[in-house]
């Protein structure tokens, strides 16, 4: 009895620290992407183009910034040892490694680094120290819900120097049935349908006689809803490599066609 009134008093002080945090507090948003609008950049077709500008066959055009992915960053061309320690180093901060692939020179040209983790349950309201459940929110949710995230992060080798993707995906555990439910068992039925007998069986199961009979062989589930990247821990974790590196990210260019005002 003094479980479930403690829970209870528990899930109210939650309830309630939510509703207090969701008009004090927001939870943190990426910067907006960097675009140039050519059409907002008066053309004067006396004045002196603009440095860098390349006279092509259809006209003048003028480098701007590319679009890059979100959550990916372009760095100086450093030695591959030491960017490769610092993501291993920021990786293991918030997840636990699963597989290295390292960069490897063959002939002079670079290879593509990928590093892979583990699973790793969200952190929650009562675990500060950890910062994988990046503002408020996300940690209420991990609080209150089964939530968990694998992390994939690559090194791709680029003309202008390295390339790091983070993508961090975000799943949701799909249970049989709500926990400490008082519904029936049979309500919440997730095993195989009607089995006739002597019908081959997708898996070995004990024999009577000399016909099959399935023992506990339930349809298997993957168990895990996904709910897409969680951006945020990718931006987070992007910063800190370049903190670590102590660079900043190289801005790339595309050419742009100069538009007149007409």
Known sequence: MFVQHFRTV??????LICAWASTATAQETLPPPV???PSQIPYDPTSPLPAGTIIGSTGPVYPSPLAMPANSVLIP??????????LVNVTDDFFKIRSEQRVVFAQGIPTEGRITTFPQTGATLLEPWRGDSVGFHERLESTLQSIRRTASIRLIPDPGGWRVEVAVQKELENLLKPMHATAGGATFRNDDSLYRYGTPLPVLGQRVGDQPRPVATPTRTDGWIPLGRDALLERRMLDKVLARLGVAPVPQYQPTPVLSAN
């Open 10 to 15: 528990l899930v109210l002080c939650l309830a």
């Open 77 to 86: 061309p450093l030695a591959a040892e030491v960017v490769w320690c610092q």
């Open 35 to 37: 675009q140039v609008s």
